[in-house]
């Protein structure tokens, strides 16, 4: 695997090494021991699945205080947008995000360590988004943050008429509104 910075200290981009050949392909997604060799030393205890259409914007979303969980992500099938934005207190990065193509093609996953809003808009027609949590969710500990909030200035790469949000997510306040992740 590949293991590639971005940015933001701590978002990560793993590639893995696929063997493909008549019969189609292989990979390893996850490794605890090259992973662990990364730096990426989180213990995953929860795995969730999500199919969402074109259109669809899920997020931001976090979960706060004990329950806050790093994440790692992948595209089964189509393409998405992923992003991740710093709410580390004290961060020099605070507010800035990474933006992510991850697709069933390119098969690249994106590591999300505790202390990140996280969302995805989708790109194709539909689309499988799955990821692996470190921490189990709490419904009392979720929150979140405007898809369209202009200080993060995220480009989900959809038009305003095709947008399609949750009507919890569009009740979201702005960033300064969401408890600053203390690690």
């Not at 692996?132 to 979720?142: I, L, Q, S, V």
Request: proline share 2%; aromatic share 10%; net charge neutral.
């Amino acid at each position: 695997m590949n293991f590639i910075k971005t940015a933001i200290d701590g978002v990560i981009i793993v590639e893995p090494q696929v063997f493909a050949d008549e019969r189609g392909y292989f990979f390893e997604s996850y490794n605890q021991e090259a992973f662990a060799a990364a730096g990426i030393k989180a213990k995953f205890v929860q795995d969730n699945q999500s199919c969402s259409s074109y259109g669809v914007i899920r997020g931001l979303h976090c979960q706060q205080g004990a329950h806050a969980q790093a994440k790692l992500v992948r595209v089964l099938e189509g393409k998405v947008l992923d992003v991740a934005v710093d709410i580390r207190e004290g961060s020099p990065t605070f507010g800035k995000h990474v933006a992510i193509e991850l697709s069933a093609e390119n098969k690249r996953q994106l590591y999300i360590p505790r202390g990140f809003l996280h969302g995805f808009s989708v790109l194709s027609n539909q689309a499988v988004f799955a990821y692996k949590c470190d921490n189990f969710y709490c419904h009392e500990a979720e929150a979140g943050v405007r898809w369209n909030d202009a200080e993060i200035g995220i480009d989900w790469r959809i038009p305003a008429d095709k947008v399609i949000i949750s009507a919890k997510d569009k009740c979201h306040g702005g960033l300064r509104d969401v408890t600053h992740y203390r690690g």
